[in-house]
């Protein structure tokens, strides 16, 4: 089993930036694909961004295009979400997540994700 925790959330005005790392141990990730999730409060979790084993191919949910990048350092056994041009709706806890090794598709579904993080606060003040 795979522990993963994310760090790098905070407070952040409208316009600001902020780069959340998963830092992962007990295997590597590197034949993991990642994803990145979050949740509001009374919403559901979403998917954000998920990359493949290589870094080769990201999907993004569209709300994040153009704002967000997710990048891996398998060497680190890290995966990165650069988020820029934050705005209030991106408010949330983030959680990384990792699929079982060996699979090779990029799903939004949550519940193919089997290693989770403990999550980390995002808060984007208007």
């Known amino acids: 089993q795979v522990q993963l925790v994310e760090s790098g959330g905070g407070l952040v005005q409208a316009g600001g930036s902020l780069r959340l790392s998963c830092a992962a141990s007990g295997r590597t990730l590197s034949r993991s694909v990642m994803g990145w999730f979050r949740q509001a409060p009374g919403k559901e979790r979403e998917f954000v961004a998920g990359?493949?084993?290589?870094?080769?191919?990201?999907y993004y949910v569209d709300s994040v295009k153009g704002r967000f990048t997710i990048s891996r350092d398998n060497a680190k056994n890290t995966v990165y979400l650069q988020m820029n041009s934050l705005k209030p709706e991106d408010w949330a806890v983030y959680y990384c997540?990792?699929?079982?090794?060996?699979?090779?598709?990029?799903?939004?579904?949550?519940?193919?994700?089997?290693?989770w993080g403990q999550g980390t606060q995002v808060t984007v003040s208007s």
């Open positions: 997540a990792a699929r079982r090794p060996g699979l090779v598709t990029i799903t939004i579904e949550a519940k193919e994700y089997d290693s």
């Open positions: 990359i493949s084993w290589s870094g080769v191919t990201t």
